[in-house]
Each structure stands twice: as structure tokens, then as C-alpha cells.
């Protein structure tokens, strides 16, 4: 897979989730294994220039954490060209665009000729940046706004004429939401209607299975992986693997998950101090806690701790908590076993009700802008 001159090792890609995808969570990936490139949570353009800390933070990285590409959010040229330069000038590797939904105002005024203005702004902006840098933009939408206003298979023709590398498709409309099912028809025409740049298809991927059907259903050239990647950290390792080989690897252990969220936490505490990083990892457990079998206890006052010592406590009780339910090799007791989720899009017409109920949570923030 390559990003114009940007060689990646996978066609594996994590997606943007503003609020997660910090440098804890991507150097977890990392290590882990079988990711192409990831991206930091979208940032302002604007408060890039002005050195705003926050800002700042969004970006901050390290060695460790390559390639890695930040996601620009804004509307002003003159801005994104400036944060574009201020990106390549400090070591990154790709930038991506924002695009969130291109024909919002069409929608509004509802004029065919808005629509092209849209683009033609669009593609002004795209082409400020592209000129004034040499690393790679790529572009990240959803497929239109609604079912009758599918635009990206025409974005992306616009955006691959003013120099774009890559394309990231979110398989679904911008007023679904994140409900209902991937359409993978749409990701198809995105992918047909690019002529040589990748386009990478997006949506509900939780599985090896789920990210070759998205492959071999859309013709895309790569997947990216937002929630999934959070439900199973080593989403990336085993679909790059099964890609590969055709072959699934085992389940992680429960040991294995215990370490990996432990790396986790460590890692929020080195980049975010003791305070902060305890804090944002109230809502990082649960996450992994999910495949963990019985888990109650340990929810219940993971989403309080404060301080090193109380995740160290709240885990060691409920390690002992959890012997209950294991057997003499330490593994969960057959009938707490939980299998991986199945997307939407995998799932058969007679599929059994509570399968279907199964889909990866969205945790609150500004849909309008994903
Ligand atoms: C909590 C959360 C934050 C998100 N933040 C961003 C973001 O900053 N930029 C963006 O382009 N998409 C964002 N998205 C959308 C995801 O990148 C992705 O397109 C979407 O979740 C579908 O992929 P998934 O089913 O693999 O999660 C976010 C989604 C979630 C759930």
C-alpha cells in the first residue's frame, strides 16, 4: 500500500475517533501489530497556528508512533495550507482531511448549482494544501448525506484531479448517523470511481472475516478500523495475518488482555500524568473489560479511579472476583464465553435476534463533524 511516496507496511489503517485516538492508544496498536498508518483525532486547523496547547497535545508523538497521519479539520484555505506546512515541518507523515458531509449547505438551500460550488471550493482548498506541501493529503467522508444525495463517488473524482493520495470511505450517509447497516454498494462506487488512488473502506469492521468481505464485496484497497480497533485491540494482527494467509489466529487470553490494558494505562499515565490519565482511562477499561467474561465489579469501579493505586486495587479484587467463573487453565468457564461481534453487514436474514442486537457502542461527541 502506498500514499504517494509513502510506503506502508499493511493495508490496515486505524480511523480517527476524537477523545481516543491518542499516543497511549496508538503506540498500544503499534505494538500489538499489523497496522499500516494511524491518525490522531481531527484537529482545528486553526488552533494548530495558534500553538493552542490542547491542540498540541492532539499531536503529540513520539518515535515509536510511525507513520502516523493527523486529521485537519477547517474550512479556511489560507489555515489548513499553514497547518499543512507546520505539520510536514515537525516530522509528519500524512495529513488527512476532515470532510465530514460536502453537500450540508446543498441540503440546506437545496440547489443542484450550490452543490457544485460546494466541490469547486472543496477542491480549492484540497489544492492549497496539496501544492504547498510534499507529504501526502488524503480525504475522509461518509458517502453523502442522505441515500439520495450519494456525492462521494464525485468528491473523490474532484479530489484525485487536485492531487489527493487516498481516500477513506465511511460507509454510511451522514443522516444515518452510525445507524443501520455499512452500505457497501456505496464504498463500491467510491472505490470504482477512483481511477488510481487507494480508497479505503470504512464501517463496523470488527472481525478478519468482516474486513476481507468489505475487501472482496467493495473492491477497496485497504480497511480502517474505528470502534473495532477499541473492542479488539488486535484487530489489525490477525486480519493482516488472515489477509495474508487465509489463516485465523487464536483469540487472545485473558492474560494477554489484561497485559495489553495494562500497557494501556501505563501509557496514559506517562503522556497525561497520574490525574488526567486515570481519568480519561475510566472510560478506556470497559472497553476492554468487555471480552473479559463477568465483569461487573470491576466496571463498576474502574469508571471511579483516581490514582495508580486504585486501578492496581480495583484490578487485583477483581481478579480474585473472577476465579469463580475459570477453569483449571485459567480460562472463562464455556458458557460465559463470548464470541466476537459480527457486523451488521456480515450478519444473515435469519441470524438469531440476540446476535443482531450485538453493535459496537458510539460513545457520545459531535456526530456532525464524523
Ligand atoms: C467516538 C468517536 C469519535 C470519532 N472521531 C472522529 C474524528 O475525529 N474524525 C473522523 O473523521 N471521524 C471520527 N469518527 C468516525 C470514525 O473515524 C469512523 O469513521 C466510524 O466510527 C466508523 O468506523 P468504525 O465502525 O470502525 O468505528 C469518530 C467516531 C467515534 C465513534
Given at each position: 500500500?502506498q ?7 499493511s ?9 481516543y ?5 496508538r ?28 491542540a498540541?497535545?492532539?499531536i ?7 507513520p ?6 477547517g474550512?479556511v ?16 507523515h ?9 453537500v ?11 452543490m ?29 448525506w442522505?441515500d ?15 492531487g ?7 460507509g454510511r ?22 481511477r488510481?488512488i ?42 493482516d495475518?488472515?489477509l ?7 483469540e ?18 506517562e ?11 475510566r ?12 465483569v461487573k465489579?470491576?466496571?463498576k ?5 483516581s490514582t495508580?493505586?486504585?486501578?492496581e ?16 487453565d ?13 457486523p ?5 436474514d ?18 456532525e463533524?464524523?
Amino acid at each position: 500500500m502506498q500514499f504517494g511516496s509513502l510506503q506502508l507496511e499493511s493495508n490496515l489503517f486505524l480511523s480517527p475517533l476524537a477523545g481516543y485516538t491518542n499516543l497511549p492508544f496508538r503506540l498500544v496498536l503499534r505494538e500489538v501489530g499489523g497496522l499500516g498508518l494511524t491518525t490522531t483525532d481531527l484537529v482545528n486547523a486553526r488552533s494548530l497556528l495558534e500553538r493552542n496547547p490542547k491542540a498540541l497535545k492532539l499531536i503529540e508523538t513520539n518515535e515509536a508512533d510511525s507513520p502516523l497521519a493527523v486529521q485537519l479539520f477547517g474550512a479556511v484555505p489560507e489555515e489548513m495550507r499553514d497547518a499543512s506546512q507546520y505539520l510536514e515541518s515537525i516530522g509528519i507523515h500524512s495529513i488527512d482531511i476532515n470532510m465530514g458531509c460536502p453537500v450540508r449547505k446543498v441540503c440546506k438551500t437545496g440547489g443542484g448549482s450550490a452543490m457544485m460550488t460546494e466541490l469547486d471550493k472543496t477542491a480549492h482548498l484540497v489544492k492549497m494544501m496539496v501544492d504547498s506541501v510534499s507529504i501526502p493529503i488524503t480525504a475522509k467522508m461518509r458517502l453523502g448525506w442522505d441515500d439520495n444525495n450519494i456525492t462521494a463517488p464525485n468528491l473523490v473524482r474532484v479530489l484525485e484531479d487536485v492531487g489527493v493520495r487516498a481516500v477513506f470511505i465511511h460507509g454510511r450517509t451522514r443522516e444515518q448517523g452510525f445507524t443501520g447497516t455499512v452500505n457497501l454498494t456505496g464504498i463500491r462506487e467510491v472505490a470504482e470511481a477512483a481511477r488510481e488512488i487507494p480508497v479505503i473502506g470504512n464501517g463496523d469492521v470488527t472481525t478478519p472475516e468482516s474486513a476481507r468481505h468489505m475487501i472482496e464485496a467493495t473492491g477497496c484497497d485497504g480497511v480502517s478500523v474505528g470502534r473495532g480497533a477499541f473492542y479488539n485491540p488486535w484487530i489489525f494482527r490477525h486480519t493482516d495475518h488472515f489477509l495474508k494467509t487465509g489463516e485465523l489466529l487464536p483469540e487472545p487470553a485473558f492474560a494477554e488482555r489484561v497485559r495489553v490494558m495494562r500497557r494501556h494505562f501505563d501509557l496514559m499515565l506517562e503522556v497525561f500524568g497520574e490525574q488526567r490519565g486515570c481519568l480519561m482511562f475510566r472510560k478506556v477499561a470497559p472497553w476492554y473489560a468487555k471480552r473479559f467474561g463477568p465483569v461487573k465489579p470491576f466496571n463498576k469501579r474502574v469508571v471511579q479511579i483516581s490514582t495508580r493505586d486504585d486501578f492496581e486495587s480495583t484490578l487485583a479484587d477483581y481478579l480474585g472476583w473472577r476465579e469463580q467463573f475459570v477453569d483449571a487453565d485459567g480460562e472463562l468457564i464455556e458458557r460465559y464465553r463470548q464470541g466476537p461481534m459480527v457486523p451488521t453487514f456480515m450478519q444473515e436474514d435469519d441470524e438469531p435476534a440476540a446476535a443482531k442486537r450485538q453493535v459496537i457502542p458510539v460513545p457520545k461527541g459531535p456526530v456532525e463533524v464524523w
